[in-house]
Nanobody, 127 residues
Framework: QVQLVESGGGLVQAGGSLRLSCAAS?????????????MAWFRQAPGKDRSFVAA????????YYADSVEGRFTISRDNARNTVYLQMSSLKPEDTAVYYC???????????????WGQGTQVTVSS
């Protein structure tokens, strides 16, 4: 099993910044990391479906972003800490959502592409 725990959410004013963290653990995670896996962030706003935000290849660090966050958000990883980060800048009220961390051996931008999920962390951007 893989356990993912998000942290770092909170309330911020428009134009501000937040950094989310996702700590991964579990015996299966070590095997997945060796095989080359994807770590991703999704978000779900009230009344909307969960949507892709960003993803990173654990091995080579290649990154992928949704158009709505390109240039404002940065995904990164710390291999030693088994942790993925999402640095969010120039936040807008429409970024308000519950942010979820996910992982799977193959990278993708669909919710169905990912097997393991965290519990989510709330991000609220006030205008």
């Amino acid at each position: 099993q893989v356990q993912l725990v998000e942290s770092g959410g909170g309330l911020v004013q428009a134009g501000g910044s937040l950094r989310l963290s996702c700590a991964a653990s579990g015996r299966t995670f070590s095997n997945l990391a060796m095989a080359g896996l994807a770590m991703a962030w999704f978000r779900q706003a009230p009344g909307k479906d969960r949507s892709f935000v960003a993803a990173i290849n654990w091995v080579d660090g290649a990154t992928y972003y949704a158009d709505s966050v390109e240039g404002r958000f940065t995904i990164s990883r710390d291999n030693a800490r088994n942790t993925v980060y999402l640095q969010m800048s120039s936040l807008k009220p429409e970024d308000t959502a519950v942010y979820y961390c996910a992982t799977d051996p193959l990278i993708g931008d669909r919710e169905s592409d990912y097997t393991y999920w965290g519990q989510g962390t709330q991000v609220t951007v006030s205008s």
